[in-house]
């Protein structure tokens, strides 16, 4: 016989969105606490001292891709020819001081230009609007206060070519299949022809990689902990972060590097809000942040899945990171060869193939090619049209990086 143990109704507290993760989190074996909530007040100003230090070459990188290649940027998403204007929304904003740069752009392209910046943490979005609306009076900032992966609410729609902003290399903060279901979750908000720009951080050094996620300062250690503060602060915990010592790895496999905090003896924490106690074993870790690291091969396979083309990308001298401009698919139809049809044939992955059995659509600047048709054939499994329209399948030919 199996014993029914009570249902124990959860405290108020873990139905809140912080309460709820912390819960989970560190009920969960391994124990875990998702990287957005280190976003409180003081998170959002200690990542700001991240992006100054030496070590943290990210945001310094992007920077100056944006600042180098803003205007091309701006004039290949309106697109050349047609030159549509753009509204801009981005996703986890902060203070967007990168974005300024592209925003800049945008007004010399266009005059006037609406942005909208969502965020979990309302402080840096404030921050963000007086700032820009100062230094950019054409520009109208709207701010947002939302969590983007429980679903992005509905982007304006105003007659204007959309272009997302997932920048600063947050989408390496999701496993690769929830980077997918996260850029779905943007495409379903899209029209065809919508933009998406990302900014990806690549594969790199091991070492230049694990110093810049625990640089000399102890800034990005003071940014982890503070995640046990923001529990003692907001859920009534007593963790004394000094018994714990911030841990960056490099994890090869899985291609990420992993932030820990480890506990430094066997200790009992409590969380009162959430009436919890958390036992902790010497050396026993709370995981708290993935960042993923990928090559351009691994981009533009996300991209597909997610039912996006990619349009054109920009990388610094080093090619240590990457901003990928990429174009909302459509249904439709058409196929692709000669030369280049042969090189991405090679390239082609299982995923990409599987993008294209989800029947998205790929532009194309070639001839046909009987041999690629061929190879794809059992997953086109009879869609495939004439290349003028209805349902099939259209491959994206460019591939313009680095
Ligand atoms: C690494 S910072 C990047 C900030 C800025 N985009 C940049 O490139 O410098 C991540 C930002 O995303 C926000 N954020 C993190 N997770 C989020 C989520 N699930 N929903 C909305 N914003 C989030 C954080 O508050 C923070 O401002």
Same mark, same amino acid.
């Given at each position: 016989m199996h014993s029914i143990s009570p249902i124990i109704p959860l405290p108020e507290a873990a139905q809140t969105p912080v309460g709820s993760e912390v819960y989970i989190g560190l009920t969960s074996r391994p124990k875990t606490l998702s990287p957005w909530l280190f976003y409180d007040e003081?998170?959002?100003?200690?990542? !700001?001292?991240?992006? &100054?230090?030496? !070590?943290?070459?990210l945001t310094r990188t992007e920077r100056d891709i944006f600042a180098k290649h803003g205007d091309e940027i701006l004039a290949a998403a309106s697109g050349d020819r047609s030159g549509r204007q753009l509204t801009m929304i981005e996703l986890g904003a902060g203070t967007a001081a990168k974005t300024g740069l592209l925003l800049e752009a945008a007004v010399r392209r266009q005059g006037q230009v609406d942005y909208l910046a969502i965020d979990v943490s309302e402080s840096p979005l404030i921050l963000a609007k007086?700032?820009?609306?100062? !230094?950019?009076?054409?520009?109208t900032v709207t701010p947002r206060v939302a969590d983007y992966t429980t679903g992005v609410a509905d982007f304006p729609a105003n007659g204007k070519r959309r272009m997302v902003l997932y920048i600063g290399s947050s989408i390496g903060n999701f496993e690769p299949p929830l980077a997918v279901n996260l850029l779905r979750d943007v495409r379903a908000h899209l029209s065809p022809g919508d933009r998406?720009?990302?900014?990806?951080?690549?594969?790199?050094?091991?070492?230049?990689?694990?110093?810049?996620?625990?640089?000399?300062?102890?800034?990005?250690?003071?940014?982890?902990k503070n995640v046990l503060e923001r529990i003692n602060r907001e859920l009534g915990g007593n963790f004394n972060t000094r018994l714990?010592?911030?841990?960056?790895?490099?994890?090869?496999?899985?291609?990420?590097?992993?932030?820990?905090? &480890?506990?430094?003896?066997?200790?009992?924490?409590?969380?009162?809000?959430?009436?919890? &106690?958390?036992?902790?074993?010497?050396g026993e870790t709370i995981?708290?942040?993935?960042s993923y690291k990928y090559t351009r091969e691994g981009v533009v396979n996300i991209l597909a899945r997610a039912g996006f083309c990619l349009t054109?990308?920009?990388?610094?001298?080093?090619e240590w990171f990457g901003v990928y401009l990429a174009t909302a698919g459509s249904r439709g139809v058409g196929w692709w060869g000669g030369d280049r049809g042969r090189e991405w044939q090679r390239r082609l992955t299982p995923d990409v193939i599987s993008a294209f059995a989800a029947g998205f659509l790929?532009?194309?600047?070639?001839?046909?090619?009987?041999?690629?048709?061929?190879s794809l054939a059992h997953v086109i499994d009879g869609k495939r049209g004439d290349g003028g329209g209805g349902e099939g399948f259209h491959l994206n030919a460019r591939w313009s990086c680095g």
């Open positions: 003081e998170g959002s100003r200690l990542f !700001e001292r991240i992006t &100054e230090l030496p !070590e943290y070459y007086e700032r820009i609306e100062r !230094e950019l009076p054409t520009v998406l720009l990302l900014g990806v951080d690549r594969v790199k050094d091991r070492s230049v990689l694990l110093h810049a996620y625990d640089d000399e300062s102890g800034v990005t250690g003071a940014f982890n714990f010592r911030h841990r960056a790895r490099w994890n090869e496999e899985q291609s990420r590097i992993e932030m820990h905090l &480890e506990s430094l003896i066997r200790q009992h924490v409590i969380v009162r809000a959430l009436d919890l &106690e958390v036992r902790l074993g010497r995981h708290t942040e993935n054109r990308c920009w990388t610094d001298e080093r790929f532009e194309t600047d070639f001839a046909d090619d009987d041999s690629l048709v061929q």
